[in-house]
């Protein structure tokens, strides 16, 4: 902590010092949550919760992200308030009674959303499971991802995030995680899932993947896995994609090869029946990613689908934002 102004040291003291907010870092600390969240568990009104959540944001102890009318609230990992509060809760006795009692209701709150999100998946599940049978092994596409994704990385970014199925399978290679997905209820699953595999260390937003809101130029790696296909405009969402990109990050597209099944367009929103390799290897130069390697993935069978999965790395940070 050596070369920190005694001001910024008690103005996040001064905001954490209270037993609401300290308890509502504690919650925080163990992966995002809503305001309903943070009512249902510490018993207290939507109004004093979110004035607690001002000053601790204020002072920069906490960060919030809008998704639709809701609102999530994650911990600030960088600078002075995330240091001081990263070394604050490690303090914290886990067997704290108070404590105790809030990780005892944040687990009945993760259960009801775990109810929740099973809900919308066996909606649902009858048109994934029909795009599934169609594909080559979800097995053999995820180890070639695995082979892919370097350890150590300080963000990942997940675009179109979807069921957050990547930042999962990835979750021991990096130190933060970001999805974006366009889908309300996909992000509630989505986090459901999160929690349950406890996966603390990913945050979920909702955004576009045309203007992801992620810093230019400070992923690691980023991954577009089964998105390009559902856009209008692909080539834009792989720009954008390099933009976030650091020179010498990796960027990873998966989607389907050219096709012919109509009933997924009709049935299944898709925009584009697959993309050849030249047509994404082509996007990727064209935003300043170097090709790198392309693995085609399924059978070749009548009826099933082929997975391609192209590789590349940032040679360059385009200086400007792409308007969608």
């Known amino acids: 902590m050596a070369g920190v102004r005694l001001d910024e040291i008690l103005a996040v003291l001064r905001a954490a010092g209270e037993p609401t907010r300290l308890r509502i870092l504690s919650l925080l600390s163990r992966g995002e949550r809503s305001v309903k969240d943070l009512t249902d568990i510490l018993g207290q009104s939507q109004p ?15 960060e919030r992200h809008p998704e639709g009318t809701w609102a999530f609230f994650r911990l600030v990992e ?35 959303h775990a109810t929740l999100a099973g809900r ?10 029909e795009i599934r049978s169609l594909q080559a092994p979800e097995k053999e596409v995820e180890a070639r991802i695995e082979a892919l ?6 963000l990942l970014v997940d675009l179109g995030t979807g069921t957050a199925r990547m930042l999962e ?9 970001v999805g974006i997905d366009l889908s309300q209820d996909m992000l509630h699953y989505a ?113 099933k689908l082929t997975v391609t999965i192209w590789s590349g790395r940032g040679i360059a940070v385009p200086d400007t934002t792409v308007a969608a």
């Open 191 to 303: 986090r459901s899932r999160l929690d349950s595999a406890g996966v603390r260390h990913a945050q979920l937003r909702q955004g576009d993947v045309y203007n992801p809101q992620v810093d230019a130029g400070s992923a690691d790696v980023i991954i577009l896995h089964q998105v390009l296909h559902f856009l209008d405009n692909p080539a834009l969402a792989v720009r954008e994609a390099a933009r976030l990109l650091k020179p010498g990050g990796i960027a990873i597209v998966v989607d389907l090869a050219p096709h012919d099944m109509e009933q997924l367009r009709e049935n299944h929103a898709h925009r584009r029946l697959g993309f050849n390799r030249e047509q994404i290897n082509g996007w990727l130069e064209e935003a300043g990613i170097a090709p790198g390697e392309t693995f085609d993935i399924g059978s070749g069978e009548p009826g």
């Open 48 to 62: 004093r919760i979110s004035r607690h959540l001002k000053l601790l944001g204020d002072a920069g102890l906490v």
């Open 149 to 154: 994704v370097p350890r150590d990385l300080d």
């Open 120 to 129: 919308y998946f066996s909606a649902n599940a009858a048109k994934w499971d």
């Open 169 to 177: 399978l990835l979750a021991d290679r990096y130190r933060r995680g």
């Open 78 to 112: 960088r600078g002075i308030g995330g240091r001081l509060v990263s070394e604050m809760i490690a303090m914290s006795d886990p067997d704290d009674t108070v404590l105790r009692r809030d990780i005892e209701r944040l687990e009945a709150v993760r259960e009801a």
